[in-house]
């Protein structure tokens, strides 16, 4: 493909995703496809002649479509939100084509410069402590990694390398194995899987902590546990809190937590994956009151700021904290401004050396929309949300099963976890909507998340009617089955 054909099949390819994206409405949200749908579809092997654009572009609506899950469907209220706009694959498509390997500041300078200042935007707008900003000549900073997974584990690794390192120069005696060994990180027991992978990968124990009746840590259940595991002669180096836990949303107290951290030498990771996003509109700020306490603070732009994936901004107050855990030197990366204090190498700060130029899709889209567009964006989500908790609300036979306090809302049939388990499985399988679920504490809870950029009040109207009519349905056969026991 030269120049030529790229610029006209380029517009047949935004054409095709601005279609797509257009009219996602009317396809199904969830594929009819079984397991191993796609291998008959496809040659046994690659072909030993180039095929025309024609025919591969043919195949997109006969073999990928098919198979996929529509998550920017206004029918999509599954997981969290994925986001997606045209100014973020704009952005990505330059990314693309620029096709830079950022992993230092010689290795391509506008791509490590413009993200160091994005992520300064980013902070500001969030009204982040001054201490995690880069600044002209600021000791923190910001980098935007692939997955909050990265950021939690990035995390994890610098307050082990950092703990090791405090504990040999209090008890010299003690090897680096014997050290390890003792280590304990701390999360709570509504923290998303990938804290205990991080844990699992750093190889170190971690343990649960307990949540209150809001599914929420507070501080006497951390001092607890950890008073526990002093007297048992382990060394606590790590905790994660999350703000917005993903099975409903809860927010642990960092007021509390914080200064617990701060004075036992704990290093406090803060997860805010999705809500992060919004605490750019003032009237959610508060719920990152404690900030201060952290030692590094994540969220994914990614979920609900309209950038596309990949986009995890990730700050520490202490840059040498990451940089002192990563830092490898071999010459062939080395370059002659590294030692200058205005160049960042982000190589030591992320597991994969190389790195696209991913702040493109923050720059564009922070531009394109406004501070004011994107505090819009979240406003309305979170609109739609509480329209869909008093339509629950309404109905005599559910419940919710959590606070709403941002785009998510935990319901369920008033009854047995059977009876909620028949029901997202009758959801599911008509394939109006899509959902998942999660279990608070004994219970089986639907999640209903606001998801989809173009999602608007009919949608939210037209699923809670589905999803009443089919436990309309539901309850008279489950009545009758029951009565015949």
Same mark, same amino acid.
């Given at each position: ?24 409405? !009317?396809?199904? =949200? ?31 609506? $006969? ?55 994005? @992520?300064?935007? @980013? ?46 120069? /209090?008890?010299? /005696?003690?090897?680096?194995? /014997? ?20 844990? *699992? ?51 642990? $107290? *960092? ?25 750019? +509109? ?89 501070? !004011? ?6 406003? $309305? ?14 109905? !005599? ?20 976890? /059977?009876?909620?388990? =028949? ?12 959902? =998942?679920? +999660? ?34 349905? *539901? *309850? ?10």
């Amino acid at each position: 493909m030269d120049a030529a054909e790229f610029r006209k099949r380029g517009k047949e390819m935004v054409d095709y995703v601005a279609d797509y994206l257009e009219k996602i409405e !009317k396809r199904q =949200v969830f594929p009819d496809v079984e397991p191993g749908y796609l291998r008959p579809l496809i040659a046994d092997c690659a072909p030993q002649d180039p095929e025309s654009f024609e025919d591969v572009f043919k195949d997109i609506e $006969k073999i990928i479509m098919p198979g996929v899950t529509h998550w920017h469907s206004p029918y999509f209220f599954a997981y969290f939100p994925a986001a997606s706009s045209f100014p973020a694959l704009l952005a990505d498509m330059l990314c693309g084509g620029i096709g830079c390997v950022g992993f230092s500041w010689a290795a391509s300078p506008a791509c490590t410069e413009l993200e160091t200042v994005m @992520l300064d935007w @980013l902070g500001k707008m969030i009204n982040l402590p001054q201490e995690f900003l880069a600044g002209k000549d600021g000791q923190g900073g910001g980098v935007i990694q692939g997955s909050a997974s990265e950021a939690t584990l990035i995390s994890l690794l610098a307050a082990r390398t950092k703990t090791i390192k405090r504990v040999q120069s /209090e008890k010299p /005696e003690l090897t680096e194995a /014997e050290i390890m060994a003792r280590l304990v990180a701390y999360a709570s027991d509504q923290a998303h899987s990938s804290v205990e992978r991080a844990a *699992l990968i750093g190889a170190v124990k971690i343990k649960n902590v307990p949540s209150d009746d809001t599914f929420s840590v507070c501080g006497s259940a951390l001092k607890k546990v950890l008073d526990e595991d002093r007297a048992a002669g382990l060394i606590p180096f790590f905790f994660c809190a999350t703000l917005g836990t993903t099975p409903c949303c809860s927010f642990d $107290k *960092l007021l509390e937590l914080g200064p617990i951290c701060n004075k036992e030498n704990i290093w406090m990771h803060i997860d805010a994956a999705y809500a992060g996003s919004a605490f750019i +509109c003032p009237e959610f700020r508060h719920l990152l009151n404690g900030v201060e306490f952290a030692d590094s603070f994540n969220f994914n732009p990614h979920k609900w700021l309209l950038v596309n994936f990949d986009c995890s901004a990730m700050w520490v107050k202490k840059r040498s904290d990451l940089i002192g855990a990563f830092k490898l030197e071999p010459l062939y990366l080395q370059h002659h401004h590294q030692e200058s204090g205005l160049v960042t190498d982000y190589r030591h700060w992320q597991i994969p050396l190389g790195r696209r130029f991913r702040s493109l899709k923050l720059w564009f889209v922070l531009r394109l929309y406004g501070v !004011k567009g994107l505090q819009e964006h979240i406003r $309305k989500h979170v609109r739609l949300s509480h329209q869909f908790e008093h339509l629950v609300l309404q109905d !005599k036979r559910f419940e919710i099963c959590a606070e709403v306090v941002l785009g998510l809302v935990c319901f369920r049939l008033k009854g047995s976890n /059977e009876l909620n388990e =028949v029901l997202l499985k009758s959801i599911n399988e008509a394939k109006k909507i899509h959902l =998942v679920p +999660c279990h608070l504490r004994d219970k089986f809870v639907l999640r209903f998340a606001i998801c989809s950029r173009t999602v608007e009040s009919t949608h939210i109207n037209f699923a809670w009617q589905h999803i009443s009519q089919l436990a309309t349905d *539901l *309850l008279k056969t489950w009545e009758q089955n029951h009565h015949q026991q």
